[in-house]
Each structure stands twice: as structure tokens, then as C-alpha cells.
Nanobody, 118 residues
Framework: VQLQASGGGLVQPGGSLRLSCAVS????????TGWYRQYPGKPRDLVAV???????NYAPSVKGRFTISRDVGKNTVYLEMDSLKPEDTAVYYC?????????????WGQGTQVTVSS
């Protein structure tokens, strides 16, 4: 299983960015996908998650500004980030709960840097 994240970069406060994460693998069943972010020296924190049935959950700090969505046919999850603030600056990681005959496991993509600065 591989997760390939993209879309990070530098944006001014109030701006927008869209992160993408493509999930690939043989005969995988994606039960959930999500995004975490990590500040230097801190553990990763949940940003948003979307379950296979469609329900979503957001961290309070991003609710109303960020939107998680997915393209089931492309096995890709997106994070639309609007009204960005300097405190959103972090490394963002995508994750997916993948099911198989042996059970379910979380897989992680490489981080992508998001910097919000004027």
C-alpha cells in the first residue's frame, strides 16, 4: 500500500490550498482516510477524517475552514483548506485505514509542508 500526498506550499494568510493523497495497492479496501498535521517537536494531531460511508469529522480549529472529500474511483482523498491562518503552518500527513484478509491497518503517506505567511 502506498499513499502519495501532494499540494503543499506557501500561501498568504486568508488564502487557500488543496492537498491531495492518492492511495494505491493491490486488492485494498479503504475503510477511512484522513489528514493529520504536525508542528515541530509535537505529536501529530488529527485535522480531518472521512469514513467509507461518507461521515466526516474535523478538529475544532479547522471546522468551517477545511473540507475533506474523496474520489472513490481514483482512491484519492482531498483536503480543501480555506481562510488559512499562520497557525495552520505545519507538515500535513495523509493516512488511510486499509482492510485486507488479515485485518485492518493504518498506512501513512509522506508529509507535505504547508506554510502560511505574508
Amino acid at each position: 500500500v502506498q499513499l502519495q500526498a501532494s499540494g503543499g506550499g506557501l500561501v498568504q494568510p486568508g488564502g487557500s490550498l488543496r492537498l491531495s493523497c492518492a492511495v494505491s495497492g493491490n486488492r485494498i479496501s479503504i475503510n477511512a482516510t484522513g489528514w493529520y498535521r504536525q508542528y515541530p517537536g509535537k505529536p501529530r494531531d488529527l485535522v480531518a477524517v472521512i469514513l467509507s460511508g461518507g461521515p466526516t469529522n474535523y478538529a475544532p480549529s479547522v471546522k468551517g475552514r477545511f473540507t475533506i472529500s474523496r474520489d472513490v474511483g481514483k482512491n484519492t482523498v482531498y483536503l480543501e483548506m480555506d481562510s488559512l491562518k499562520p497557525e495552520d503552518t505545519a507538515v500535513y500527513y495523509c493516512t488511510a485505514l486499509i482492510g485486507s484478509a488479515q485485518g485492518s491497518s493504518w498506512y501513512w503517506g509522506q508529509g507535505t509542508q504547508v506554510t502560511v505567511s505574508s
